[in-house]
Structure formats: structure tokens, C-alpha cells
């Protein structure tokens, strides 16, 4: 399954969105998918951490933060509770840091870059909104899947089958 989002575009070109390329691929599982759970924040990851603490079985955390080069949304602390969580990934449109801690763990992260600063704590955001960056809007509820080749979003689980 290394190359699980071009067969899945092969399979199923009709069902399929994909996201502009924007993400690198952080986290010590490079291939992950999973119904979308979303936060949109802007340098203020209050809700990230109230996610992550919950379980996460079968989802993606989708983290609109604005595209902000300014603050990591994510750090390693973050990441080892999704981690713990059993949470598939987390995509996130802005920063994180600690990526050598983060590439450790066996949760995906994808990331448009890093930033060594934290972002503040005031506890704002909305959860499960529809969030859009990227030419796509991931809605709650819906499906995520992301490798080393890019992100897509399908409203129903894609399953591969046998012949592809």
C-alpha cells in the first residue's frame, strides 16, 4: 500500500478530490486515511489539544489553520496523544515543530511547514466545520486519505479492491 493515493484516483476518479500539493508528510506513518473530523483556528491550538485527548480510531484531525507561517499548531506533546489516542493522522494547514519527535510516532502528519514557536492559548476555534484550502472543502463526517503522493477527499470510505 506505499502508493495508496494513485490507485485510489485510478479506482475511483469520480468520488475522488484532490488537494493542490501543499503538504509535506512529517509524522512516522506516511500513508494514512480516515473519516474527517475538523478544527479551524488561527494560531491557537486549545481545540487540537482537546481533540488529540479523545479517541481517534478510524479519523484524521483536519487543522485549517489558516496557512499561518507564524506558530506550530502541532508539537510532539500534541502528537504522542493522537499517537496514544490511536488517531490515523493529522493534516494541518500551517505549522508544526518538533519533527524529529513527531516522525517517530505511528500517527501521519502532513504540515506546510515547521515553526519553532508555539501558538497561544485562549481557547478559540470552531470544531467540525467545513474547512477549504487546497481547492477542496473537507467536510465532518466525510473521508480523508494522504501519502507521500499528495491528500484527497471522497464523502464515502474508498476501499481498494483486489484487482488494482
Not at 466525510?142 to 501519502?147: K, L, P, R
Amino acid at each position: 500500500m506505499e502508493d495508496l493515493l494513485p490507485e485510489l484516483c485510478d479506482q475511483f476518479p469520480d468520488l475522488v478530490q484532490v488537494v493542490e500539493p501543499m503538504f509535506g508528510n512529517f509524522g512516522g506513518r506516511e500513508t494514512f486515511g480516515g473519516q474527517i473530523v475538523t478544527i479551524k483556528a488561527f494560531e491557537d491550538n486549545s481545540l487540537v489539544r482537546e481533540q488529540v485527548a479523545l479517541p481517534g480510531k478510524g479519523k484524521v484531525l483536519v487543522i485549517d489553520g489558516g496557512a499561518s507561517m507564524r506558530r506550530a499548531m502541532l508539537g510532539d506533546m500534541l502528537a504522542e496523544k493522537a499517537e496514544k489516542n490511536e488517531w490515523e493522522g493529522i493534516i494541518i494547514n500551517g505549522c508544526l515543530r518538533d519533527v524529529n519527535a513527531i516522525g517517530q510516532l505511528d500517527v501521519g502528519v502532513q504540515a506546510l511547514g515547521t515553526h519553532p514557536m508555539k501558538t497561544d492559548k485562549r481557547g478559540l476555534g470552531d470544531l467540525n466545520v467545513p474547512v477549504t484550502f487546497g481547492g477542496v472543502t473537507f467536510v465532518p463526517g466525510q473521508y480523508v486519505y494522504a501519502d507521500n503522493n499528495g491528500v484527497l477527499v471522497s464523502a464515502e470510505p474508498l476501499t481498494l479492491s483486489a484487482e488494482s
